[in-house]
């Protein structure tokens, strides 16, 4: 019998040995009580509610009996299965290299929006004017920050997402009457979502013209009429259309509208000023000096904030929005008022980090880190690697940056682990991209990666 048939024989035997006869594991098996007074799970189920803990303990108890694991290791099992937060949504690291992952929920909020939300978690002064005691505009703070940060905008008004923002405009705008849009922009969103719905569906119609490639100012300018609530302009934000193409600028629609026909510009990625590494986005600010009446944006790409939907422009017009009754329907709440502010006012987002991060910094991050884990055994290598924007933002464009090529196999440990990591699977390797891991978490990373290599080796059958 040559060494590796006798290690092969070993394993059978050590697996039959786990699979104890199921008197023994009886026996061994804790009481539910017993477990749950485990110093930590005791304390997890004063953090996490009692039923969460102990749901996991019964899935422990389950996989002793089933002779999965050790009867002995029940609470540890548990202890180590518990989310860390009662919230159900698990913490993740983002090393996809796109920056707005919609499926990682878009941008991460930065420190000082995370302190904003936590202040506002209690009683706090939404729509309290704490100095006169009346009641305020809800969320004053925060719109009197958009309307500092963005130069042209006289007024905001913040509702649920993009969508929302663009739907309020219709209903409150051109409900019963005619948008003016171009073949060339009814964009579809993601997910089967399509602008051209969701407008028609507030009771607006659409008024289309031009052709999927080329619309100009005129064909707006014979689309125009006493049915006309406004005219749209929308940023082709996920797509590019290249060749022959041509299409009405915010500025030539301002001319040809005439006086009550407000121009409409989605520009979604919701830059609020010019981003020099993304010259073509277009920003609020520009947008309405270039003649646009009302801006919307999403508050969750670009800008690097919470999910919400921007509408900034003519005061007249805000105030129309604002007042309609279905912006109660669309409403934030304070903890999205309190991280808005917090991203507009406060220092660099974590996107914006991202967004201008050097790509020498990257590779040196990425030779460290490989070297640290080939130092342990792990197949590591520091490769070149290409980072997007995504979130339907900035489409075709790439940003150079560096990775850590291992192999395939650790994805799935690296994505169920704890943290959880999500790499990118390409060409038979799990590239960690750098550009979409914050520096702080390099040592998280790298231990995450450890462990998903012992998982797959013991996947493999391996010690
Ligand atoms: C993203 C986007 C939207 C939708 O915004 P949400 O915040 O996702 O609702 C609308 N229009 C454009 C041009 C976009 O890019």
Redesign the pocket.
Known sequence: MDRDTATADARTADAQAARTPPADVRRRLPRTDAVLADPRLAGAARRLGRALVKSEVVRALERARAGEIPPETVADTAAGALPPTAGGLRPVVNATGVLLHTNLGRAPLSRAAREAVDAACGPTDVELDLATGARSRRGASALDALCEAVPHAEAAHVVG????A?VLAATALAAGKEIVVSRGEM?E?GDGFR?PDLLVSTGARLREVGTTNRTSAGDYAAAIGPDTGFVLK??P??FRITGFTRSASVAELARVCPPGVPVVA?I??GLLRPEPVLPNEPDASGWLRAGASLVTA?G??LLGGP?C?LLLGRAGLVRRLARHPLARALRVDKLTLAALQATVRGPATPVHTMLHAGAEGLRARAEHLAAELRGTDVDARAVDSEAAVGG??APGVTLPSAAVSLPEEYAGPLRTGGPAVLGRVEGGRCLIDLRTVPPERDADVAEAVRRAAKAAANGRGEE
């Open positions: 997402n993009g969508a929302a663009l964009v969103i602008l929308v940023h934000s996920n989605d979604g990625s999403s969750d790409k999910q939907g339907g933002g």
